[in-house]
């Protein structure tokens, strides 16, 4: 875990306590300034969600919604988990364990795995290439618009590619809000895509997603709960007596699986 608080905890500390203290000294009346208008540069706030995802063992449920420019809708719900790797803050490999309807996707040091629920018998594997986890289950899995797989275990430590559907994003500076939760706010042009993300200050963590994508063809919102942090209940499960498979197709997960 973070050996010290997040950058934009410590800013938002800071700022909270402005109004009063300003208003102490105040000689006659007179507005304090906005406090929401503080601005943070992007490179800060992205070090602080690589470092929060790969340093803290965390769970997040999501619910991810895409619509289409004629109305299409199509909404899933997932479950992720981060386990920190050996000396995570000096670059040692962090695991994720994600559940995908009755999918599960996790990643050792060299592979990523699948098993269906559905499927007891089999497995899936395959391997990762340069250690990039993220790039291997980008390559495997159909498109996840989950930044959180990149942010914990891709390699790009600016974040062009938030999602497979949001690429060459460069970021904007972002600002801090103080409110019950303060949270700091994002947002990024790229490849015929925008791209806002909004964290939550106090953990570094993602609160909510929203892009277009495909120059306006698909809207993507992704919106997570709450943080559990520590240990959480969601694990890889075992393979073995299992048979691996050379295709993710060849688990059948059911059509829909996940969506309502």
């Given at each position: 875990?973070h ?50 995802y ?41 695991k ?66 938030p999602?497979p ?6 970021w ?8 019950a ?11 015929q ?68």
């Amino acid at each position: 875990m973070h050996v010290t608080r997040p950058i934009i905890v410590i800013f938002a500390a800071c700022v909270a306590i402005l109004p009063a203290a300003l208003a102490a000294v105040a000689a006659q009346p007179t507005p304090a300034p906005d406090p929401g208008a503080l601005s943070l540069p992007s490179g800060m706030i992205l070090n602080d969600l690589r470092g929060s995802y790969r340093e803290t063992a965390f769970e997040q449920n999501l619910t991810i919604t895409v619509k289409t420019r004629e109305g299409d809708k199509r909404t899933a719900d997932a479950r992720i988990r981060g386990v920190p790797g050996p000396d995570a803050s000096l670059g040692g490999s962090a695991k994720l364990v994600m559940q995908l309807g009755d999918l599960v996707v996790w990643n050792t040091d060299s592979a990523i795995r699948a098993v269906n629920s559905k499927q007891p018998t089999l497995y899936f594997e395959a391997p990762i290439k340069d250690g990039d986890a993220a790039k291997a289950i980008a390559e495997a899995l159909p498109p996840l618009p989950i930044p959180q797989i990149p942010l914990t275990l891709g390699k790009d430590t600016e974040l062009k590619d938030p999602t497979p559907y949001t690429t060459g994003v460069k970021w904007n500076d972002g600002s801090l809000a103080i409110e019950a939760t303060p949270r700091a706010i994002m947002s990024g042009k790229g490849d015929q895509c925008e791209v806002t993300l909004t964290i939550d200050a106090q953990h570094s963590l993602i609160r909510e997603m929203k892009a277009t994508a495909r120059d306006g063809e698909l809207e993507i919102r992704m919106t997570c709960t709450e943080p559990r942090l520590g240990d959480a209940p969601l694990a890889p499960p075992s393979i073995e007596g299992r048979t691996k498979v050379e295709r993710l197709t060849d688990l059948t997960p059911p059509d829909g699986a996940g969506e309502r």
